[in-house]
């Protein structure tokens, strides 16, 4: 049984819509399907809008969709009982892009560790709490955890410091997944790797699954080196698979356009760099997306057909799902750098 | 909807309001008429019977003409809506406002402790030497009272009042509300808009001043003297003023709102006299609220003053008098408009001490009189009028805010 | 246990005096206005509190004493009926300090959950609310409060603070609203919801030390509007309270004693008049200055490391 499940999901969000204006919609997330195993490492890889962070909020719960399913140990965590959410509950946590706005500002490092830990009986007074913080915060690398508990505020903790504590407080009540939602962007590119490395640990030794939330394709295959992918277009999965297999081969136009953004830090290839020539760089109002496959106002390749049909994800081999209906036309992307 | 469909209802609902209108406006004249007989009537008569009489006739006809406004205002909120959404929402937000005030009010009529119908009686008979039976029937006429009604029947009753916009009837001076609102209103308009346009310009400078020259001498005194007149209750300030310069000084009147000797009229003398009162009452005001102009223009004119474009047009080499007044000052001044009806509000709502004070003869000094005589129908119409003024106010204030800012858009 | 637990047991209370008491102190002290705030509404504490056991109240009248000039007998000379006007104004601290702080503690409350209701809920019921939020921020405070002083008969303290607060909380109440909202959303409250806290632990642990400083500072401007707000109420005599109180002082120095009219011949009966009015302001200066230096002590970020 999958740890976690996504079943035909969609979410539609209304915005505006005072006593008298009228409203719109938006289709955030449109008929997603995900599966995750115990231990897996999911990357959701898009660009910003595309409904990925709507995706993350509704596997953790705090977004119930409009339609679909999710199940969590093949229940639906919407239907299930209040001990079993509480089970769901902890055993899928979230870890946040800006780790400044995850803690509470006035609230102690303490504080933040501990309330959990004591609301759900993993520790039983303070001071069994104190020593499990401590232990959280030299697993994260927070050494000497004196330092770090002892009357500090968020605000006085170092960006790369503060996600640490972040992912100390998922990890405090023995989650079987975290979703992390871009967590290494906004902090400096020197630490990104070392943060990485620790969530690698993590899955490794604690094998706790991991979604890894992103806009950057570089930082997905360091990190879902052995996990999966799925690439997310207006709030569509377009592309999913094992993450070597996906991106060795991408089959849908909007990955292949996405893999001839990721800059190559070689000035050779760069200038033999064939550029993918997408119809217009503007991303269609959300509010009123395309009929047919999304991508096609954008896609160099569209046909007729892609205006009118919308494409679903189909299988090719290997796990390797592509929704598109010219993928058989598409030419092969060609890697610039040759150990991709 | 398709737009063709848009513009039939469009113009039928624009047609009825015209229609309802031109009837309002006609059988307004007729209520009118009423009025004065019942007027006349309730001065001298006696006659319970003929009171009753022409106020059944009254009540029917401005039941007729209060639905008839009430759909005029549908009507004319429908119509707004179809020509501007945002407009119409903040517009009934307004009504909405009102009719939640109005409500307040009624209730307090219902839950007030005693019997307002008592203690009309017992005025009556010390006053007019009417039997107490006589008394009490006269009264329950006087205020259109019906014990009988019910709870929800009182309140539509009352409110085809306010929609009539008829503000009940004095206690005290026998007459409607209305009539003492035409008779004050015009004072307390005087001192207030002086007042505010006087402490709004000079605010505005001395705002503008402290924020293009920082570290002068003027800063910490206008600081100073913003929280001096934040911690002084307006009334304070009048009193003072009052003891200096009316009472121990006598450069200025006691009381009153001109010289009773003068002919009243467009002349000279006359409003020489009616500013040489007002005098007092609009420094009290101007005193009160000119710091805190000041304060909120210079926080206003300094975020202004870190714009780029403000950067780019000292770049350019503009002289500094224009950067102020064309960039600065223009783009600093917008916030303040919605300031000046929650100024206006704070200004009328201290009227009734400070009028009173001065015993100046505005809707103020009606309103303390009406509070310490406990007339409680006077006191109830000039809280609602108050009210509806400051309402109004903020919904203008609130339009001319977003005509004038573009980036503003009428939406909520 | 380890060592370093026992030391955070130990040494407990002692931070939490650093951080609570001597702390906020430091900040108000270095902050010169803030400084000088507190120093006033202390001593008006001081005197609220210790003054009426210290100074003795002497109600007599005393015609040939009537504004008798300020002396050693007298600090603040004495009242038309020659009662000690000081002592008036010591023993009337209590009534007017308390009503204004009843009426403080009224309206935070009316606006804490009326704001917090607003902003936790959303939907139907946030529209409400503020509908009702807007009508009390619109329509100014005062007539409302003369309009319900003259319904009713105010005869004791506590209905007297009711009639205070009851239109006053509106901008209290957006405020809080406007925060709850923006907290909402913010990502602690969230992670705090997936980590299973429960929602009133939500509200009273995580929102609420966030929201303290704004209450606090609003508190003592709600604080300042109910004592303008009672004296005015007094002042026309719609309020008949203790005598001692300040706002029955102005109104007895201004109408019924004569003593303005008096103040033309009798310069020693500006004291009295004075008196009053300049208690009042002299406290409402202490809370302007004092709300100036709180919200740099309450919150921990604009705090040094």
């Given at each position: 049984?999958?740890?976690?499940?996504?079943?035909?999901?969609?979410?539609?969000?209304?915005?505006?819509?005072?006593?008298?204006?009228?409203?719109?919609?938006?289709?955030?997330?449109?008929?997603?399907?995900?599966?995750?195993?115990?231990g897996?490492i999911?990357?959701?890889?898009?660009?910003?809008?595309?409904?990925?962070?709507?995706?993350?909020?509704?596997?953790t719960g705090?977004?119930?969709?409009?339609?679909?399913?999710?199940?969590?140990?093949?229940?639906?965590?919407?239907?299930?009982?209040?001990?079993?959410?509480?089970?769901?509950?902890?055993?899928?946590?979230?870890?946040?892009?800006?780790?400044?706005?995850?803690?509470?500002?006035v609230?102690?490092i303490?504080?933040?560790?501990?309330?959990?830990?004591?609301?759900h009986?993993?520790?039983?007074?303070?001071?069994?709490?104190?020593?499990?913080?401590?232990?959280?915060?030299?697993?994260?690398?927070?050494?000497?955890?004196?330092?770090?508990?002892?009357?500090?505020?968020?605000?006085q903790?170092?960006?790369?410091?503060?996600?640490?504590?972040?992912?100390?407080?998922?990890?405090?009540?023995?989650?079987?997944l975290?979703?992390?939602?871009?967590?290494?962007?906004?902090?400096?590119?020197?630490?990104?790797?070392?943060?990485?490395?620790?969530?690698?640990?993590?899955?490794?030794?604690?094998?706790?699954?991991?979604?890894?939330?992103?806009?950057?394709?570089?930082?997905?295959?360091?990190?879902?080196?052995?996990?999966?992918?799925?690439?997310?277009?207006?709030?569509?999965?377009?592309?999913?698979?094992?993450?070597?297999?996906?991106?060795?081969?991408?089959?849908?136009?909007?990955?292949?356009a996405?893999?001839?953004?990721?800059?190559?830090?070689?000035?050779?290839?760069?200038?033999?760099?064939?550029?993918?020539?997408?119809?217009?760089?503007?991303?269609?109002?959300?509010?009123?997306?395309?009929?047919?496959c999304?991508?096609?106002?954008?896609?160099?390749?569209?046909?007729?057909?892609?205006?009118?049909?919308?494409?679903?994800?189909?299988?090719?081999?290997?796990?390797?799902?592509?929704?598109?209906?010219?993928?058989?036309?598409?030419?092969?992307?060609?890697?610039?750098?040759?150990?991709? | 909807?398709?737009?063709?469909?848009?513009?039939?209802?469009?113009?039928?609902?624009?047609?009825?309001?015209?229609?309802?209108?031109?009837?309002?406006?006609?059988?307004?004249?007729?209520?009118?008429?009423?009025?004065?007989?019942?007027?006349?009537?309730?001065?001298?008569g006696?006659?319970?019977?003929?009171?009753?009489?022409?106020?059944?006739?009254?009540?029917?006809?401005?039941?007729?003409?209060?639905?008839?406004?009430?759909?005029?205002?549908?009507s004319?909120?429908?119509?707004?809506?179809?020509?501007?959404?945002?407009?119409?929402?903040?517009?009934?937000?307004?009504?909405?406002?009102?009719?939640?005030?109005?409500?307040?009010?009624?209730?307090?009529?219902?839950?007030?402790?005693?019997?307002?119908?008592?203690?009309?009686?017992?005025?009556?008979?010390?006053?007019?030497?009417?039997?107490?039976?006589?008394?009490?029937n006269?009264?329950?006429?006087?205020?259109?009272?019906?014990?009988?009604e019910?709870?929800?029947?009182?309140?539509?009753?009352?409110?085809?009042?306010?929609?009539?916009?008829?503000?009940?009837?004095?206690?005290?001076?026998?007459?409607?509300?209305?009539?003492?609102i035409?008779?004050?209103?015009?004072?307390?308009l005087?001192?207030?808009?002086?007042?505010?346009?006087?402490?709004f310009?000079?605010?505005?400078?001395?705002?503008?001043?402290?924020?293009?020259?920082?570290r002068?001498?003027?800063?910490?005194?206008?600081?100073?003297?913003?929280?001096?007149?934040?911690?002084?209750?307006?009334?304070?300030?009048?009193?003072?003023?009052?003891?200096?310069?009316?009472?121990?000084?006598?450069?200025?009147?006691?009381?009153?709102?001109?010289?009773?000797?003068?002919?009243?009229?467009?002349?000279?003398?006359?409003?020489?006299?009616?500013?040489?009162?007002?005098?007092?009452?609009?420094?009290?005001?101007?005193?009160e609220?000119?710091?805190?102009?000041?304060?909120?223009?210079?926080?206003?004119?300094?975020?202004?003053?870190?714009?780029?474009?403000?950067?780019?047009?000292?770049a350019?080499?503009?002289?500094?008098?224009?950067?102020?007044?064309?960039?600065?000052g223009?783009?600093?001044l917008?916030?303040?408009?919605?300031?000046?009806?929650?100024?206006?509000?704070?200004?009328?709502?201290?009227?009734?001490?400070?009028?009173?004070?001065?015993?100046?003869?505005?809707?103020?000094?009606?309103?303390?009189?009406?509070?310490?005589?406990?007339?409680?129908?006077?006191?109830?119409?000039?809280?609602?009028?108050q009210?509806?003024?400051?309402?109004?106010?903020?919904?203008?204030?609130?339009?001319?805010?977003?005509?004038?800012?573009?980036?503003?858009?009428?939406?909520? | 246990?380890?060592?370093?637990?026992?030391?955070?047991?130990?040494?407990?209370?002692?931070?939490?005096?650093?951080?609570?008491?001597?702390?906020?102190?430091?900040?108000?002290?270095?902050?010169?206005?803030?400084?000088?705030?507190?120093?006033?509404?202390?001593?008006?504490?001081?005197?609220?509190?210790?003054?009426?056991?210290?100074v003795?109240?002497?109600?007599?009248?005393d015609?040939?004493?009537?504004?008798?000039?300020?002396?050693?007998?007298?600090?603040?000379?004495?009242?038309?009926?020659?009662?000690?006007?000081?002592?008036?104004?010591?023993?009337?601290?209590?009534?007017?300090?308390?009503?204004?702080f009843?009426?403080?503690?009224?309206?935070?409350?009316?606006?804490?959950?009326?704001?917090?209701?607003?902003?936790?809920?959303?939907?139907?019921?946030?529209?409400?609310?503020m509908?009702?939020?807007?009508?009390?921020?619109?329509?100014?405070?005062?007539?409302?409060?003369?309009?319900l002083?003259?319904?009713?008969?105010?005869?004791?303290?506590?209905?007297?603070?009711?009639?205070?607060?009851?239109?006053?909380?509106?901008?209290?109440?957006?405020?809080v609203?406007?925060?709850?909202?923006?907290?909402?959303?913010r990502?602690?409250?969230?992670?705090?919801?997936?980590?299973?806290?429960?929602?009133?632990?939500?509200?009273?642990?995580?929102?609420?030390?966030?929201?303290?400083?704004?209450?606090?500072?609003?508190?003592?401007?709600?604080?300042?509007?109910?004592?303008?707000?009672?004296?005015?109420?007094?002042f026309?005599?719609?309020?008949?309270?203790?005598?001692?109180?300040?706002?029955?002082?102005?109104?007895?120095a201004?109408?019924?004693?004569?003593?303005?009219?008096?103040?033309?011949?009798?310069r020693?009966?500006?004291?009295?008049?004075?008196?009053?009015?300049?208690?009042?302001?002299?406290?409402?200066?202490?809370?302007?200055?004092?709300?100036?230096?709180?919200?740099?002590?309450?919150?921990?970020?604009?705090?040094?490391?």
């Open positions: 049984m999958a740890l976690m499940e996504l079943r035909d999901v969609s979410m539609t969000f209304e915005i505006g819509g005072g006593l008298f204006a009228p409203k719109r919609y938006v289709q955030a997330v449109v008929h997603a399907n995900l599966l995750i195993d115990e897996d999911l990357a959701l890889v898009g660009e910003s809008g595309c409904g990925k962070t709507t995706l993350g909020r509704i596997i705090l977004q119930k969709p409009t339609s679909g399913e999710v199940l969590f140990r093949g229940k639906n965590i919407w239907k299930i009982s209040r001990e079993e959410f509480r089970q769901y509950r902890l055993g899928v946590q979230i870890v946040h892009q800006d780790s400044f706005a995850a803690l509470n500002p609230r102690t303490f504080h933040t560790l501990s309330a959990p830990m004591l609301r009986g993993i520790a039983k007074n303070r001071q069994e709490a104190w020593e499990k913080a401590a232990d959280l915060l030299r697993t994260m690398g927070l050494t000497p955890p004196e330092v770090f508990l002892d009357e500090k505020y968020p605000h903790l170092s960006g790369g410091q503060r996600q640490r504590v972040v992912l100390a407080r998922a990890v405090s009540v023995q989650p079987r975290i979703v992390a939602d871009e967590p290494v962007s906004m902090v400096d590119v020197s630490l990104r790797l070392a943060l990485l490395d620790l969530m690698a640990k993590l899955n490794r030794e604690l094998n706790i699954a991991f979604v890894y939330i992103t806009h950057d394709l570089a930082t997905a295959r360091y990190f879902a080196q052995k996990g999966k992918i799925a690439v997310m277009y207006l709030g569509q999965i377009v592309e999913t698979g094992p993450l070597g297999k996906v991106l060795n081969r991408p089959r849908h136009p909007y990955l292949q996405l893999l001839t953004a990721v800059p190559v830090p070689d000035p050779e290839l760069t200038r033999k760099h064939f550029e993918l020539p997408l119809r217009t760089m503007d991303m269609p109002d959300p509010t009123s997306p395309p009929p047919g999304r991508f096609h106002t954008r896609c160099p390749y569209y046909e007729p057909i892609c205006t009118t049909e919308v494409p679903v994800l189909k299988s090719i081999g290997n796990g390797h799902k592509v929704a598109c209906h010219l993928e058989h036309k598409i030419p092969e992307w060609q890697p610039l750098d040759a150990e991709v | 909807m398709t737009e063709r469909q848009k513009k039939l209802v469009a113009v039928v609902l624009g047609i009825t309001f015209l229609i309802g209108l031109f009837a309002r406006i006609s059988l307004s004249s007729d209520l009118a008429a009423i009025d004065a007989r019942l007027e006349e009537i309730r001065r001298v006696h006659s319970s019977e003929e009171i009753a009489l022409l106020q059944e006739e009254y009540s029917e006809k401005g039941n007729v003409v209060s639905l008839i406004t009430l759909g005029l205002i549908v004319g909120l429908a119509l707004l809506y179809f020509m501007n959404a945002g407009l119409a929402n903040r517009v009934g937000f307004a009504l909405l406002t009102v009719a939640l005030v109005a409500f307040i009010t009624y209730t307090l009529i219902r839950i007030m402790p005693g019997d307002p119908i008592q203690q009309l009686a017992t005025e009556l008979v010390r006053e007019r030497g009417l039997s107490y039976e006589d008394a009490v006269m009264a329950y006429t006087l205020l259109d009272y019906d014990p009988e019910s709870f929800l029947e009182g309140f539509a009753d009352y409110m085809a009042g306010v929609l009539r916009f008829e503000f009940g009837y004095s206690w005290v001076y026998h007459v409607s509300v209305n009539k003492i035409a008779r004050a209103l015009p004072w307390t005087l001192v207030l808009s002086i007042s505010l346009m006087l402490s310009a000079i605010g505005i400078l001395l705002g503008m001043a402290i924020a293009w020259k920082r002068t001498a003027l800063d910490p005194i206008i600081t100073f003297y913003a929280a001096f007149t934040g911690a002084t209750p307006d009334y304070v300030t009048a009193l003072v003023l009052l003891i200096v310069f009316a009472v121990n000084l006598r450069w200025f009147p006691l009381s009153g709102g001109y010289d009773p000797t003068l002919d009243i009229g467009f002349n000279w003398p006359f409003i020489a006299s009616v500013l040489y009162h007002a005098f007092l009452p609009i420094l009290a005001y101007t005193f609220n000119t710091a805190a102009w000041a304060l909120a223009m210079k926080g206003s004119a300094v975020s202004t003053l870190g714009e780029d474009y403000v950067m780019a047009a000292r350019r080499g503009l002289r500094d008098r224009r950067i102020m007044v064309s960039y600065v223009r783009n600093a917008l916030p303040m408009i919605t300031g000046l009806a929650i100024a206006l509000g704070s200004m009328l709502g201290g009227s009734t001490l400070i009028e009173n004070i001065y015993n100046y003869p505005g809707i103020g000094r009606f309103n303390a009189e009406a509070l310490v005589r406990r007339d409680l129908g006077m006191m109830q119409g000039l809280f609602l009028f009210a509806m003024a400051v309402i109004f106010a903020n919904l203008m204030a609130d339009l001319l805010y977003t005509r004038l800012d573009p980036r503003i858009k009428l939406e909520d | 246990m380890t060592t370093t637990a026992k030391a955070v047991r130990r040494h407990g209370w002692r931070r939490w005096l650093q951080r609570n008491i001597v702390e906020p102190f430091l900040i108000i002290y270095r902050n010169r206005r803030a400084f000088i705030g507190f120093l006033i509404l202390l001593f008006f504490v001081l005197i609220t509190i210790f003054g009426p056991m210290v003795p109240l002497e109600l007599r009248t015609y040939a004493n009537r504004f008798a000039p300020i002396s050693l007998d007298h600090l603040l000379g004495t009242d038309y009926q020659g009662r000690d006007t000081f002592q008036l104004l010591v023993h009337g601290s209590r009534e007017t300090l308390g009503i204004a009843l009426a403080g503690i009224f309206t935070t409350l009316i606006a804490v959950v009326v704001g917090m209701t607003a902003g936790l809920f959303g939907g139907w019921v946030d529209r409400i609310l509908v009702l939020t807007n009508a009390v921020l619109t329509v100014p405070y005062l007539p409302v409060q003369l309009l002083g003259a319904t009713f008969t105010l005869r004791d303290p506590i209905s007297l603070a009711l009639v205070l607060s009851i239109w006053a909380w509106g901008s209290l109440a957006r405020a609203r406007s925060q709850v909202l923006s907290m909402k959303e990502e602690f409250i969230e992670a705090a919801r997936v980590l299973g806290l429960s929602t009133t632990h939500i509200i009273f642990s995580e929102m609420m030390p966030n929201i303290m400083p704004f209450i606090a500072i609003n508190f003592l401007t709600i604080m300042r509007n109910a004592i303008t707000a009672s004296v005015a109420l007094m026309l005599g719609l309020v008949p309270l203790d005598p001692t109180n300040w706002g029955m002082m102005l109104n007895d201004t109408s019924r004693s004569g003593a303005v009219q008096i103040s033309v011949f009798n020693n009966a500006l004291i009295y008049v004075a008196a009053p009015m300049g208690a009042i302001v002299l406290f409402q200066l202490g809370a302007v200055f004092l709300a100036h230096g709180l919200d740099e002590v309450l919150d921990p970020r604009l705090r040094g490391e």
